[in-house]
């Protein structure tokens, strides 16, 4: 009896915000090598063999990458990127994604590696652009979806359940008189400002000038000038507000802001001593360190204003 192959499709995922994550990843999956995938998507009964033709390929019994095409069995999710559940494809290969059960819902590399380890928490795409936007404070759903454009509710919802299941963050309610729900780092979470500040800073060569597809937000370069400002102003302590023409956020510098956020956006609601106003360039070369900070003052394109010691200090050097 000729028989046709068969794969799972994905239950439907949650996409509001406070219901859970979704148990299904389209967007990236889309992206997946198809050439180990055997779905029904092109695929026919053939008349006396009983070959499946999968992607237009035939298969005769053969089975691939857990999906066994011949009696119909049905496939499992090898390497799919999903979360406590089954996908709808089987990708090239690697550990299976794990369903239900356990610390984390998300798959492993299995290594006894400090590294691995650290990938199978914060590796998937999105991850640490969610800690970027989530080290300036509590933020809600809808708030950390307009800052990481490109992201789809589902991918985003994933993600944050997962950094809840490795204790990253943590979902609680907003006391009234707000309503629904914030996502905070935890201090596991907070500690991976130094990862992300390395990364920044390994990243800014690369940075060119804007591509015409790039987003751009103000507080993106909340990560790199806290390193900058920490190593120039090593002994000052306190708020410095930065203003970009995209707008305006505050970093707090010194040791005294352990446990609390690094930055957020809008100016300090104490007041801050010290003003930066520049733009992205501005921005970039103090990233990458084509400009120190008293440069950046002294060629005009990084503007000081303030009365107090400091600011006085950057205007004069």
Do not use: I
């Amino acid at each position: 009896m000729s028989t046709l192959a068969r794969m799972p499709t994905s239950h439907a995922s949650e996409n509001s915000p406070t219901g859970g994550a979704a148990t299904g990843d389209a967007t990236e999956r889309a992206t997946d090598d198809v050439s180990g995938r055997a779905t029904t998507d092109g695929a026919r009964r053939a008349p006396s063999t009983g070959r499946a033709t999968t992607n237009g390929g035939t298969t005769n019994g053969a089975t691939t990458n857990g999906a066994t095409t011949k009696g119909a069995t049905r496939g499992t999710t090898s390497g799919a990127d999903t979360t406590g559940g089954t996908g709808t494809g089987a990708g090239t290969g690697g550990t299976a994604g794990r369903s239900g059960g356990g610390r984390s819902s998300r798959r492993s590399y299995d290594q006894f590696c400090s590294v691995a380890r650290a990938l199978d928490a914060v590796g998937d795409r999105w991850t640490l652009l969610v800690v970027r936007e989530l080290l300036a404070g509590p933020r809600r759903y809808t708030d950390l979806h307009a800052d990481l454009p490109g992201v789809s509710t589902d991918v985003l919802a994933a993600r944050l359940k997962h950094m809840e299941a490795e204790g990253l963050t943590a979902r609680r309610r907003q006391p009234r008189p707000a309503s629904g729900h914030v996502y905070e780092l935890t201090e596991r979470g907070r500690a991976l400002l130094p990862v992300l500040t390395a990364l920044a800073t390994w990243g800014a060569p690369a940075l060119g000038t804007p591509r015409p597809t790039d987003a751009v937000r103000a507080h993106w370069w909340a990560v790199p000038l806290h390193a900058v400002l920490s190593a120039e102003l090593a002994d000052r302590m306190g708020p410095v507000d930065v203003a970009l023409p995209e707008g305006t956020f505050h970093l707090r510098l010194g040791p005294g802001t352990a446990g609390g956020p690094a930055y957020a956006e809008g100016p300090a609601p104490e007041g801050a001593g010290l003003r930066l106003e520049l733009d992205a360039t501005a921005c970039a070369a103090l990233a990458d360190g084509t400009r120190t900070l008293a440069e950046a003052v002294r060629d005009g394109t990084v503007r000081v204003t303030g009365d107090g010691e400091l600011p006085q200090a950057l205007r004069s050097a």
